[in-house]
């Protein structure tokens, strides 16, 4: 079995968190050797219009938005500190968003406005030791052409018509799946079971697909007046 993962993520996509959170825990569990990597869903997904895009929610492209911003930082952060400040920079924006407190009113676009917003990065540079400055990195599109070099990777190693995120297992050679998709943390036996599942479809010679396009909304505080309701969102 693979010890080795790459995990191509954005801090924007509340499915990606979920599954993250996942991994983290059977890393706890097992040996495995994580490396994050960066794969912006706005980049991703910049041949969805930006008109279909707010037929989801008025607030749909600027949370992608939000995302690419998150991920400039991280890529700005890395190039100075290395790739191991990746995995804690990701933990803590994605803490910053999606253990929000859940906002009042009804259905999805409450919670897409709160993933709309623009965020103060510089603390939380400041508590890992990085200089606050990197968060300036938000809006220059000086490191776009690596984030896209990644989408490329993404997209090489799992296909088209993916999100996140993107697990690559034996990187960059071995097989790479979108997914899974889940919409709770399991933890202990049910991580390894879960993690055991997925690498042996990963690893099924010819296996490409299983799938099902309703899915149950993730579980965090931002997230908690929705959870586990329907959505297609992804």
């Not at 050797?33 to 895009?53: F, K």
């Not at 603390?123 to 400055?133: I, K, N, S, T």
Request: charged share 25%.
């Amino acid at each position: 079995m693979s010890d080795e993962l790459e995990f191509y993520f954005d801090p924007i996509c509340p499915f990606c968190w979920v599954t993250s959170r996942w991994v983290v825990e059977v890393g706890r569990l097992r040996e495995l050797a994580v490396h994050w990597r960066p794969l912006p869903l706005a980049m991703l997904n910049e041949g969805i219009s930006y008109e279909e895009r707010r037929k989801v929610s008025e607030s749909y492209p600027d949370s992608h938005l939000r995302g690419l911003e998150m991920l400039r930082v991280i890529a700005a952060a890395e190039a100075v500190a290395g790739p191991e400040v990746v995995g804690d920079l990701y933990t803590r924006f994605g803490e910053l968003v999606w253990d929000s407190p859940a906002p009042d009113g009804e259905g999805f676009d409450p919670v897409m406005r709160v993933m709309a917003q623009q965020r103060d990065l510089r603390p939380l540079l400041e508590g890992l030791g990085l200089d606050p400055a990197l968060a300036d990195a938000a809006t220059g599109t000086d490191l776009d052409e690596g984030l896209a070099a990644n989408v490329a990777e993404a997209r090489r190693r799992c296909g088209d018509d993916v999100g996140t995120p993107i697990l690559s297992f034996s990187p960059p050679d071995g097989p790479a799946l979108f997914g899974p998709v889940i919409d709770s943390v399991p933890f202990g036996e049910d991580a390894l079971r879960l993690w055991e599942a997925t690498y042996t479809l990963a690893t099924w010679p010819g296996f490409a697909e299983l799938k099902r396009s309703l899915r149950s909304f993730p579980d965090t505080p931002l997230t908690a007046r929705i959870a586990h309701g329907e959505t297609t969102v992804r």
